[in-house]
């Protein structure tokens, strides 16, 4: 158990400055001649004009083609600070409209995690009682606040 805890440690320190975009230009996927630098183009364009930040990534990576994954437009996003995945996370809602999602990079333990919580969520939602996700973490809105929702641990 300390091993699995100590490796997913590990996996967050490295995913903390990285971000998921889902339903990215998904037309793009059939489009040849797609680089890791006009893919970064993309992602800075809408990070410019869509999210009206002044953040750049450093790199922008489309999930392998040939995976399930990749049909869903799935791009992950690296910047140079946490503190410019924050800025795009709070711009977030300008999105709004578009299919573009915006999720974290998350780690299979926090994977596994989410995929615990998700009858709860669906039954909170089905009652129409506010939830919102914070990486793996569920809160339900109590009152004025959100709190965590506690599931098992894995």
């Not at 997913?8 to 400055?17: L, M, P, S």
């Not at 791009?75 to 924050?86: A, G, L, S, T, Y």
């Not at 926090?110 to 039954?123: G, S, T, V, Y």
Request: charged share 35%.
């Amino acid at each position: 158990m300390q091993d699995r805890d100590l490796a997913d440690q590990e996996a967050r320190k490295k995913k903390e400055v990285n971000a998921v975009l889902r339903n990215f230009e998904q037309e793009l996927l059939l489009e040849e001649g797609e680089t890791p630098d006009s893919l970064k183009e993309k992602v800075d364009t809408l990070l410019a004009e869509n999210l009206e930040t002044a953040i750049a990534c450093v790199s922008a990576k489309r999930l392998q083609k040939g995976r399930s994954d990749a049909a869903q437009g799935i791009v992950i996003v690296q910047f140079e600070k946490k503190q410019h995945k924050i800025a795009m996370f709070k711009a977030k809602g300008k999105l709004a409209g578009t299919t573009i999602g915006l999720d974290d990079d998350l780690t299979i333990l926090q994977h596994q995690r989410k995929n615990a919580a998700w009858p709860a969520f669906k039954d909170f939602r089905s009652r129409g009682v506010k939830t919102q996700w914070r990486a793996e973490k569920l809160f339900v809105k109590e009152g004025e606040h959100f709190v965590e929702h506690k599931v098992l641990n894995l």
